[in-house]
T-cell receptor, first 108, second 115 residues
Framework: KNEVEQSPQNLTAQEGEFITINCSYSVGISALHWLQQHPGGGIVSLFMLSSGKKKHGRLIATINIQEKHSSLHITASHPRDSAVYICAPEGSARQLTFGSGTQLTVLP | GAGVSQSPSNKVTEKGKDVELRCDPISGHTALYWYRQRLGQGLEFLIYFQGNSAPDKSGLPSDRFSAERTGGSVSTLTIQRTQQEDSAVYLC?????????????FGSGTQLSVL
């Protein structure tokens, strides 16, 4: 069983749709990161969460430590949001365990 | 510098040779991470430095891999006796240690090809 499960693996949406990507993990964590990897390979850190909810622009990330679950939401999605979104729980020694990623395609 | 700098950007080597990859983090970032991504696969954590020390080296794939960081700044990842399965993009990231607003800043990676 993978330690980090992301769903869906692939997601195609129309521009403007509300998008949710889910992440469940089985390891104990001190924090969880959401990353965005662009088609060219560049990686951008979106959020680091240890509890509750964070919002940045159209992106919202939530985490439920008791349920070992985190979600990333994108409101009013846009084609430029098309990327791979990666969930990465962080252990006590700062080691990250990466999910396999969700490939998001937003169509105009 | 303005961002995390990695060099070389591309490295082609022959099986059995040693390679050294360099990461220059953002000035003032005390935390530094190495990851790798094999073709078509997800990210894999290798090692984390807080200052010059690495509390957990268990992510390194084998004893052919080693990493060091000096002066709390530049880090080098060394792969000895390279194998074809070492071919990957090796990514470095750095961050301030801020448990509230921390973000990782990634370099553009070193593409390593072992022939």
């Amino acid at each position: 069983k993978n330690e980090v499960e992301q769903s869906p693996q692939n997601l195609t949406a129309q521009e403007g749709e509300f998008i949710t990507i889910n992440c469940s993990y089985s390891v104990g964590i001190s924090a969880l990161h959401w990353l965005q990897q662009h088609p060219g390979g560049g990686i951008v850190s979106l959020f680091m969460l240890s509890s509750g909810k964070k919002k940045h622009g159209r992106l919202i990330a939530t985490i439920n430590i008791q349920e070992k679950h985190s979600s990333l939401h994108i409101t009013a999605s846009h084609p430029r949001d098309s990327a791979v979104y990666i969930c990465a729980p962080e252990g006590s020694a700062r080691q990250l365990t990466f999910g396999s990623g969700t490939q998001l395609t937003v169509l105009p | 510098g303005a961002g995390v700098s990695q060099s070389p950007s591309n490295k082609v080597t022959e099986k059995g040779k040693d390679v050294e990859l360099r990461c220059d983090p953002i000035s003032g970032h005390t935390a530094l991470y190495w990851y790798r991504q094999r073709l078509g696969q997800g990210l894999e954590f290798l090692i984390y430095f807080q200052g010059n020390s690495a509390p957990d080296k268990s992510g390194l794939p084998s004893d052919r891999f080693s990493a060091e960081r000096t002066g709390g700044s530049v880090s080098t990842l060394t792969i000895q006796r390279t194998q074809q399965e070492d071919s990957a993009v090796y990514l470095c990231a750095s961050s301030l240690v801020d448990r509230v607003n921390e973000k990782l800043f990634f370099g553009s990676g070193t593409q390593l090809s072992v022939l």
